[in-house]
C-alpha cells in the first residue's frame, strides 16, 4: 500500500512539472508573439502615418483598446486605433511617435495600466506615474491635442463558469482601483479631463460585470456598447478645452 501511495505521488509530481514547462513554454511563446506584434505594428504605423491627415481622435492603449471596433461606434468621426495587444505603459512611452505625434490629433483617450498588474510586481502608484509621463510627452510634442484619461476597467475573479483565471493572472480591483485614485489625482491637478469608466462596468459586488465581459478581463460587444455610451459626449465639439 505505501508502495502504491509512493508511485501515486511522484506520478502527481511528474504531472505537475510537466505542466509547468508546458505552462512556462507557453508564456515565453505568448511573449515572444507580442513584442513581435508590437515591432510589427509600430512599424506599419510608422509608413501610414504619413497618409493620414492631423486633427484624428486617437484611441491609445492595450487589447481593451485594439477591440474597440471605433469606426463601428464612433463612424461619425475621425478615429484612430492605437491599441496594441498586450502593452504596458513601459510600451506605450515607448511609441509615441508612431501612436501620437506624427498624428498631430484633436483628442486623446488614453487608456493603460492594466497589463502592467499582471507583468511587473510594480505597486499600483508607480504605474500611475508612468501614465503620468505618457500624459507630460504629449502635451510636450504636440500641446494643443485635448487629454482624456480613462480609468483602468475592473475585473472579474469570481468563480463563475464563464470566467478565465489564467487570463485574468494577477490582476485585481484593490489595485486597479489604486491606480484609478491616482489618475483622478492626476487629473485634478493637471485639469485634464478623467473618465469614470470603471463604475458603469461593475456589478452590484464590485466586480466586471458578467454582462459586460468574455472572460473576466476583456469586454464583449455589449461591455464596448456601453463604454461607447460613455465617451461618446467626450467626442462632441463642446468638451474641447
Known sequence: MIKIIKIALLILLLAAIVFSIALTSIKMYVNASIKDKYANQVSYWKETNKLLPSGSIVFLGDSLTEE??????????????????????????????????????????????????????????????????IVENIRKNTPNTVIYLQSVYPVNKTNNKKIKKIDIGKRNNINILKINKALKILCDNEKIIYVDTYSHLIDKNGNLSLEYTIEGLHLNPTGYKKVASILKPYLENWYFK
Open 68 to 133: 474597440f471596433i471605433l469606426n463601428e461606434y464612433f463612424h461619425e468621426k475621425y478615429v484612430l486605433n492605437r491599441g496594441i495587444y498586450g502593452d504596458t505603459t513601459t510600451g506605450v512611452l515607448g511609441r509615441m511617435e508612431e501612436s501620437v505625434y506624427t498624428l498631430l490629433p484633436s483628442k486623446v483617450f488614453i487608456l493603460i495600466g492594466t497589463n502592467d498588474l499582471d507583468k511587473t510586481n510594480d505597486k499600483p502608484e508607480i504605474i500611475a506615474e508612468r501614465i503620468k509621463k
